[in-house]
């Protein structure tokens, strides 16, 4: 994330290599879908489009088949 904020890098640049990182490290498969049950993941940015949970959440519902369902507070 430092290199979006920090040195304006592309966000879609950081997008991919956001999912290429959790693919890499499969992520669906150290958290459990139970862990998120009745969970929140919270986020500073003022819209969920720049948000990197928004990608993890993405992330996982692909893995997982929609399982998750996301909601934004603004």
Do not use: T
């Not at 990182?21 to 489009?49: A, F």
């Amino acid at each position: 994330l430092d290199s979006y904020r920090k040195h304006g890098d592309d966000w879609n640049a950081y997008e991919d290599k956001f999912f290429d990182l959790m693919e890499k490290r499969s992520v669906e498969k150290s958290v459990q879908p139970e862990i998120l049950d009745g969970g929140c993941l919270l986020c500073s940015e003022h819209r969920p489009n720049h948000c990197h949970r928004r990608l993890v959440a993405e992330y996982l519902n692909d893995k997982w088949g929609g399982n998750i369902s996301v909601m934004h507070l603004y």
